[in-house]
T-cell receptor
Framework: EDKVVQSPLSLVVHEGDTVTLNCSYE??????LLWYKQEKKAPTFLFML????IEKKSGRLSSILDKKELSSILNITATQTGDSAIYLC???????????FGEGTQLTVNP | DVKVTQSSRYLVKRTGEKVFLECVQD?????MFWYRQDPGLGLRLIYFSYDVKMKEKGDIPEGYSVSREKKERFSLILESASTNQTSMYLC????????????FGSGTQLSVL
């Protein structure tokens, strides 16, 4: 059975801190790893990482895929209160359209 | 701006009722999905659809059915609601060829009493 595990499950930091969120996976035929941010209700897409694109960066957020270790990290530098959200990691396979999601990391950034 | 719209934000139903959750997307996406989200369990896939009138079971289809009569609309049906179906339901869509990039609706919090 496919599995995606995120850690930590929750994290509380102060504004300006740097955080690292972790995601490890076990899937049969890996195709992609994705990060989503969920504020309030609707998750929104952040990054997609594949064998041909193992590093992505957008502003203060960056992510790296380690295919050898079957894991990924999401880094957020100089955190702001607006970064408070649940961060979801999901993995896609070569067969089919479904994604397997992890439990999520609840990040709280205090002023 | 792309949009996935779920008909209700909050819904309260009684055990045994038939429940319809509606989802509409305006992006002409081929793929549509229904997930439920529960604390400690993350997002779990209930059903998905590649095309009009096509449907595939996800990981937890029991107690649910779906309907996709038009490309833009994907309905989730709880035939006889039970208390263990109390959950946040999220609809999503994606386009063929980039199916992993999901666009989500704002969710429906369903309470079954």
């Amino acid at each position: 059975e496919d599995k995606v595990v995120q850690s930590p499950l929750s994290l509380v930091v102060h504004e300006g801190d740097t955080v690292t969120l972790n995601c490890s996976y076990e899937v049969t035929n890996f195709r992609s790893l994705l990060w989503y941010k969920q504020e309030k209700k609707a998750p929104t897409f952040l990054f997609m990482l594949t064998s041909s694109g193992i590093e992505k960066k957008s502003g203060r957020l960056s992510s790296i895929l380690d295919k050898k270790e079957l894991s990924s990290i999401l880094n957020i530098t100089a955190t702001q209160t607006g970064d408070s959200a649940i961060y979801l990691c999901a993995v896609g396979e070569t067969s089919g359209s479904r994604l397997t999601f992890g439990e999520g990391t609840q990040l709280t950034v205090n002023p | 701006d792309v949009k996935v719209t779920q008909s209700s934000r909050y819904l309260v139903k009684r055990t045994g009722e038939k429940v319809f959750l509606e989802c509409v997307q305006d992006m002409d996406h081929e793929n549509m999905f229904w997930y439920r989200q529960d604390p400690g369990l993350g997002l779990r896939l209930i059903y998905f659809s590649y095309d009009v009138k096509m449907k595939e079971k996800g990981d937890i289809p029991e107690g649910y059915s779906v309907s996709r009569e038009k490309k833009e609309r994907f309905s989730l049906i709880l035939e006889s609601a039970s208390t263990n179906q109390t959950s946040m339901y999220l609809c999503a869509s994606s386009k063929q060829g980039l199916h992993e990039k999901l666009f989500f609706g704002s969710g429906t919090q369903l309470s079954v009493l």
